[in-house]
């Protein structure tokens, strides 16, 4: 008979191990608010009104919220947070969660910014990875242009070949460095420039390893079949493809955008849609694991007990070189934990940057995670269960 995977995700003596009493505290008296839509709603008003007056709330957000899910305001300090979860042999995704600054001057001055830290990442086992936005490089409208097949002027062409040479710098430093670069999926409108570029820089960089991942949004319904065109290009074309396979983050947008322009929508009718696409996606990556590497970015703990139990079915090492779990840092520590106690490759996306410049990507989670159905519950209710392990 064969041996039962030794994984739990209801394990919190493990899953909160890197986390003190006070800290503990701390993520319940956080978590418990976050499950308030209207106070989640009011923080998201207040706060940039409260930066543009120079009021002095910066304190309360960096030992808040910030602390919760960021890793530091420098490289510096997002890097002490990696050697913190290293210790617990869980690695990092590096994240600048800074939202992009339009306008060519601030496309060119964040190219060293992301050579930088892959030059540190290189030099650390623990930051195995830096995820990168095209949008951080290339101005929204040249992309929506480019999506909807539009002639581009000769100027136009020009300002995307310096985008192309921006990406190739960040992809060459990566591959000489050896450090994964996540390509983050954009809106449906500018996708497909996003993935012609992220391919164009997997046949040049991923000929033996995998080094450039491009991100498949599963909760559109046109992704699982995208991810077997683009293993299929690789294949004919002779590289390894990168696949980060998400749920999805622009859900309201899309279906906005698509009733008011009157298109069908990209976005899949139900949840249940999207957990099959993503799951049958996530074994056919595991199916076909010689061709491609797999990062599996998801908080559903079903898609990650699915990948683990089919790695131990195919009698394959639990830390495969070709396939890594992630969540985002503060969120899912009793999946990222387990999964790392049990020898899987997993790491945790750490934003970093300046407080008031990483506010719309904390609001962004905040909402995010109000309107996950059962997210906030289940958080604490694994808080809560820890804390009265411990007797607090």
Not at 373 to 380: I, S
């Amino acid at each position: 008979m064969e041996k039962q995977l030794p994984l739990s995700f209801d394990n919190t003596a493990i899953a909160f191990e890197a986390k003190t009493d006070k800290a503990l505290s701390k993520a319940n008296f956080l978590f418990s608010n976050i499950g308030k839509p209207w106070l989640v709603k009011l923080g998201a008003t207040f706060t940039p009104i409260a930066f543009k007056l120079g009021l002095p709330i910066k304190g309360i957000i960096k030992s808040t919220i910030f602390s919760q899910f960021c890793g530091g305001e420098t490289l510096e300090e997002a890097a002490h947070t990696a050697l913190q979860l290293g210790n617990y042999h869980v690695g990092v995704a590096l994240d600048y969660g800074v939202e992009a600054m339009e306008g060519e001057e601030n496309y060119d001055k964040a190219v060293p910014e992301f050579i930088r830290a892959i030059q540190y990442a290189a030099s650390r086992p623990d930051i195995p990875f830096i995820a990168i936005k095209i949008t951080g490089f290339a101005r929204f409208g040249l992309l929506e242009k480019m999506h909807s097949k539009a002639v581009l002027s000769a100027e136009e062409q020009q300002e995307f070949d310096r985008v192309r040479q921006r990406v190739h710098a960040i992809a060459e430093a990566a591959a000489k460095n050896n450090v994964g670069i996540l390509v983050d999926a954009e809106e449906s409108w500018i996708q497909q420039p996003v993935d012609d570029l992220t391919d164009e820089m997997m046949a040049l960089f991923n000929k033996k390893k995998v080094i450039i991942f491009n991100t498949f949004q599963l909760y559109r319904h046109d992704r699982l079949e995208f991810l077997k065109i683009s293993l299929d290009k690789a294949v004919k074309a002779g590289y390894l493809l990168g696949a980060k396979l998400v749920r999805g983050a622009y859900m309201e947008k899309e279906n906005k955008r698509a009733a008011e322009m009157g298109y069908p929508t990209p976005i899949q009718p139900s949840k249940a849609a999207t957990d099959k696409d993503y799951n049958e996606a996530v074994t056919y990556c595991l199916d076909n694991l010689d061709k491609l590497g797999l990062f599996i970015g998801t908080h559903n703990e079903d898609s990650c007990m699915l990948a683990a139990r089919l790695l131990h079915e195919k009698g394959l090492p639990h830390n495969h070189e070709h396939i890594s779990f992630s969540q985002l840092l503060g969120m899912s520590d009793n999946i990222t934990f387990n999964l790392a106690h049990a020898g899987y490759n997993v790491s945790k996306y750490l934003p970093y940057g300046p407080v008031k410049d990483v506010m719309p990507y904390l609001i962004r989670r905040a909402q995010e995670n109000t309107s996950i159905a059962g997210q906030m519950g289940r958080e604490l209710a694994l808080i809560r269960k820890e804390m009265k392990r411990r007797g607090m």
